[in-house]
Nanobody, 119 residues
């Protein structure tokens, strides 16, 4: 199982970025996918989630109105569109997948992608 993230980079405050997370797993086995961010020395924090079929989304309060999570089932890829970025959004962003494996739910993480917002 692989999660391949891309799309991070350096952007000025007020700018936008779109993160991508591609997986080889089929939609039927995915319970949900989501994005988290983590600053050095701090706990990883949830940003947004989407169901395996892409029919429901949820956001942290800090992400509502500025970030949009979406899914392209044909490409087995989720996206995080981030608008009106602020310097405090600078972090490493991780993709997470909850995969159903028999009676078990197995969690997978991507390698992380750095987002840097300059002031």
């Amino acid at each position: 199982v692989q999660l391949v993230e891309s799309g991070g980079g350096v952007v000025p405050a007020g700018g936008s970025l779109t993160l991508s997370c591609a997986t080889s797993e089929s939609t039927d086995d995915i319970n949900s996918m989501g994005w988290y961010h983590q600053a050095p020395g701090k706990q990883r924090e949830w940003v947004a989630s989407i169901t395996g079929r892409g029919d429901s989304t949820d956001y942290a309060d800090s992400a509502k109105g500025r970030f949009t999570i979406s899914r392209d089932s044909a490409k087995n890829t989720i996206y995080l569109q981030m608008n009106s970025l602020k310097p405090e959004n600078t972090d490493v962003y991780y993709c997470k997948m909850d995969l159903q494996s028999g009676i078990w739910t197995v969690i997978y993480w991507g390698q992380g992608t750095q987002v840097t917002v300059s002031s």
